[in-house]
């Protein structure tokens, strides 16, 4: 297991809890540790489930409620990314009936929305980061069979991204972060990659 300090900016970790809630805008040091494993873990939460939605690249889960956002690539008839929409952002209302669910305009500017830049030169490739988490560059491409998908950096392992889970401190007014951790396959043995950030203590 590997330890590294990292500077948390004022609203890295906002995408994950929500709207409004993050840790305090100054800078502060976070500590990140590193493991792998052969299988994802299970549902941190009974009733939690991951999406199955057509082309999913990646999702995000809270401790809050089995609600979740999935991003999925969108893909025109001919199975290539659409250039002026490559990805969809959506609800998955678990805590009912697990219906779709469209992200609002406040939510995509603040917290769950992405900025994409086609890659010059290289068709059917975007550079990706959620607007709330700019440290995390993503790519999100066509693997090696054809399949959509968002590719990271895990402990300097390329990987490609499964899912983002936050756990929420809700005892006070407002929800503290405790911990994020972050899933990924790595792309050369197909281990399970796993990224656990929280704060450091003073």
Same mark, same amino acid.
Request: glycine fraction near 6%.
């Given at each position: 297991m590997f330890l590294r300090p990292k500077v948390l900016f004022p609203t890295v970790i906002m995408v994950l809890l929500g709207l409004?809630?993050?840790?305090?805008?100054?800078s502060r040091q976070l500590v990140m540790t590193f493991d792998q494993s052969d299988t994802l873990?299970?549902?941190?939460?009974?009733?939690?489930?991951?999406?199955?939605?057509?082309?999913?690249?990646?999702?995000?889960?809270?401790?809050?409620?089995?609600?979740?956002i999935v991003y999925a690539a969108n893909l025109t008839r001919q199975g290539q990314f659409d250039p002026r929409n490559p990805i969809d952002i959506f609800w998955r209302v678990f805590d009912e009936d697990g219906r779709r669910h469209g992200i609002n305009l406040i939510e995509q500017l603040l917290?769950?929305?992405?900025?994409?830049?086609p890659v010059k030169g290289v068709p059917n490739s975007f550079d990706v980061n959620v *607007?709330? @988490?700019? #440290?995390?560059?993503?790519? *999100?491409? @066509?693997? #090696?069979?054809?399949?959509?998908?968002?590719?990271v950096q895990i402990n300097g392992r390329c990987a490609r991204l499964v899912s983002a889970y936050v756990e929420l401190d809700q005892s006070g007014i407002i929800?503290?972060?405790?911990?994020?951790d972050i899933y990924g396959i790595d792309k050369s043995n197909g281990r399970v990659l796993h990224e656990h950030i929280e704060a450091a203590t003073s």
């Open positions: 409004g809630f993050s840790w305090p805008a100054y873990p299970p549902p941190p939460h009974p009733g939690y489930r991951a999406p199955t939605d057509p082309n999913t690249l990646f999702y995000i889960q809270r401790s809050t409620n089995a609600n979740i917290a769950y929305g992405l900025t994409i830049r *607007v709330s @988490f700019p #440290e995390m560059k993503c790519r *999100v491409e @066509f693997d #090696e069979a054809g399949a959509p998908e968002c590719v929800p503290r972060p405790l911990f994020l």
